[in-house]
């Protein structure tokens, strides 16, 4: 399957984590729904590191936020990091579970 999904170039960060890793939700089916996201940022100048997830939507399905389950290494500052995510999704239609991940560089404001 396609990308599903990529991330808002610009985080924001505070206290020193990302606040909450979102993104735009693209490239799956119409009878597909989420069911989770799991989101890390990598940051290499801190070596900074932090997970999040999403597993409830409400208002649609064209975005995601990992705003849940925070583990964080590490302190961030502003400037070029590297979010990596995992959406899992289930087709209503085929009774079929998928998953889709992307990577991408991101700027933390």
């Known amino acids: 399957m396609g990308s599903g999904g990529n991330w808002k170039f610009k985080q924001k960060l505070r206290n020193k984590q990302v606040e909450w890793p979102t993104g735009p939700l693209t490239g799956f089916g119409s009878n597909e729904t989420p069911t989770w ?16 997830f999403q597993k409830t939507w ?14 964080r290494q590490g302190k961030f500052r502003k400037g070029p990091a590297v979010g990596i995510a995992l959406l899992s999704s289930h087709d209503s239609i085929a009774n ?14």
């Open 96 to 109: 079929d579970d998928y998953y889709y991940w992307w990577v991408d560089q991101i700027k933390l404001t």
């Open 37 to 52: 996201v799991e989101a890390w940022v990598v940051q290499r100048t801190t070596g900074a590191s932090q997970r999040t």
């Open 58 to 71: 409400s208002g649609g399905y064209s975005k995601w936020t990992a705003d849940k389950g925070v583990f």
